[in-house]
């Protein structure tokens, strides 16, 4: 005989679960009871939106199952924005909370939240139980789907009666899916019908998206570029899948991408998308997105495809298994050669103009940082100016070396998932940048950090403003920085301090003063060395724009630079 609590646990350690995040409360505290024995390390967050997040940079970090806990009514609501940024992003997440005892379901009962409700539509799976013998089907359902196809979040929602109950318990189960009908949009023949497009290519592009990561065929694919040899760039989820030496690599694509990267895709005729759910972010005016070019898409999910334009040949199915299919038919054929186009889209032409006279510290200061950084360290960028600055100066080879939160754009994110990226791997130097808005939205997991002694490596990009808004503002608003001062900012080295955590501050004079240049180096150096957490504030210019940039509504071809910028 087993309660339900017991039983949840039970099945958690057969799914191979090892590491859960949350917060207590009344209707989930069965669960919590029943912890100590189950196994099961658990991380207390000091708020559960840190917890959904620190479960999602597990998840992002290892690929495995993220888990997040929290109790009914607010506990279950504040892990929503959470939810919604695993949907986004194909995080695998399972989320657990409590629920008001069964007969008060409806009832208004105190701290009942329709969580199930409220999470209809962001999640890939959910269930609300009914019966405690339902548990062990109910959660082996539940990380297939979080796992299966394009990973996602899944909610289970547990009333707190089924979790004090007690039943017959034989074992978790295995979930069996259904058989059904398989999409059939792109032909077994695909490998020999692209060789046939891309005989008729004349400016060929890749673009690499988070797929890539996800599928685990990093390998396969750099393999098959490295046989086509033709311009391609990455979305942010994308940054590290393809070497960033390799000669046909033109970096970031998008709103904030690079010049090289975008006049590409504004000239190809031939557009192959490995992964890619390519989002307005990447494609500007869609209308007038690749304008010349067929597109062919490889995509797991067959929701992805036709977005923004009708694609010439939809190929459906795991990366890992259709990218090596792909290169055996390319292999075998004489392919065409566009050195004369790969030499005009990588050409040093195709760079960014630059004005002498400007100076760009904070890039500047963020790639010494980066560059101090071993092979194997984890990057998290929060949402903002400072997080396109990063995405522009990674330089990293790894799948998972760079995490953001891209499709949702959650402020707040960074903190608290580099605590899941530490506990993941706890021998890999975890750095995370924020932005002074976004840290502030997550900051009592400073707390967390120090609790469990975790060396993540913090930097805050101070400007005193929300500083991407305040941009918009600026270029589109005439300057009317509409809320979005934040020169009342706190001290952040005293708050850490507070925290008990080191912590330490940069100007941006002090870091372009020539006599500092030796300090600040030795600085960043023990900085990223230290065994324990430390937090570093640069402070940079209240009006530093994040340039190129593709304003809103415009075409990939219409960037703006920093050099017709008048300061």
């Given at each position: ?134 548990l062990p089907g109910i959660i082996a359902e539940g990380f297939y789907w ?173 990366l890992a298994e259709t990218i090596p299919a792909f290169y055996r038919e ?238």
């Open positions: 005989m087993r309660n339900g609590a017991q039983i949840v646990l039970e099945c958690l350690r057969a799914e191979g679960v090892e590491l859960a995040f949350g917060y207590p409360g009344g209707a989930i505290m069965p669960l919590y009871d029943a912890l100590e024995e189950s196994g099961i390390c658990h991380v207390l967050t000091r708020h559960e939106q840190g917890a959904v997040f620190a479960a999602e940079g597990y998840a992002r970090a290892t690929g495995k199952v993220g888990v997040a806990i929290a109790t009914s009514g607010p506990g279950a609501t504040n892990l929503v924005t959470g939810i919604a940024d695993a949907k986004m992003d194909s995080v695998p997440l399972v989320c657990l909370t409590g629920q008001v005892r069964s007969h008060l379901i409806g009832t208004d009962a105190f701290q009942e939240t329709d969580v199930f409700g409220v999470t209809l539509s962001l999640t890939k799976w959910s269930r609300l139980v009914r019966a405690i013998e339902d979080a796992r299966s196809g394009r990973p996602g979040p899944v909610l289970i929602d547990i009333p707190a009666d089924i979790l004090r109950a007690t039943a017959e318990f034989r074992g978790p189960v295995s979930f069996i899916p259904p058989r059904v009908h398989q999409y059939r949009g792109a032909e077994s023949t695909f490998a020999a019908t692209l060789s046939a497009v891309l005989q008729q290519a004349k400016k060929p592009v890749a673009l690499v998206g988070a797929g890539a990561r996800l599928s685990g065929a990093i390998a396969d694919l750099q393999q098959l570029l490295d046989l086509l040899n033709i311009p391609t760039f990455a979305t942010v989820h994308g940054l590290g899948a393809v070497k960033q030496d390799s000669p046909y690599y033109l970096g970031m694509v998008g709103m904030h991408g690079t010049r090289a990267a975008n006049m590409a895709l504004d000239e190809t005729d031939l557009l192959l998308v490995f992964g890619a759910r390519l989002d307005d972010r990447v494609t500007g005016d869609p209308s007038r997105f690749a304008p010349h070019a067929r597109i062919v898409h490889f995509e797991i999910d067959p929701a992805q495809l036709d977005r923004v334009r009708t694609c010439e040949l939809p190929v459906i199915g795991n390319a292999e075998r054929t004489l392919l065409p050669d566009f050195s004369a186009w790969r030499a005009v889209a990588c050409g040093p032409e195709r760079a960014e103009p630059r004005n002498p006279g400007l100076a760009h510290p904070t890039k500047s200061f963020l790639q010494q940082l980066f560059s101090r950084m071993p092979n194997d360290g984890t990057i998290l960028a929060d949402v903002g100016q400072h997080q396109m600055w990063s995405a522009q100066v990674y330089r990293g080879s790894s799948p998972r070396g760079f995490i953001t939160s891209g499709g949702l754009g959650a402020m707040g994110f960074a903190l608290p998932a580099a605590i899941g990226v530490q506990l993941a791997k706890p021998a890999t130097t975890v750095l995370s940048v924020s932005g002074d808005g976004g840290f502030q939205m997550n900051i009592q997991e400073l707390a967390t950090v120090h609790r469990l002694a975790l060396p993540i490596k913090m930097v805050i990009i101070d400007n005193k403003y929300l500083g991407m808004v305040r941009q918009w503002q600026e270029l589109f608003y005439k300057r009317n920085y509409a809320e979005t001062d934040l020169s009342d900012n706190p001290d952040f080295v005293e708050i850490a301090k507070a925290y008990k955590i080191s912590a330490a501050l940069i100007a941006e004079e002090e870091f372009l003063d020539p006599a500092s240049t030796d300090d600040v180096a030795n600085r960043l150096d023990r900085f990223l060395a230290s065994s324990q957490p430390e937090l570093l504030v640069f402070e940079c210019h209240p009006e530093a724009n994040v340039y190129p940039m593709v304003p809103s509504g415009a075409s990939l071809s219409e960037m703006i630079f920093e050099v017709s910028e008048e300061k």
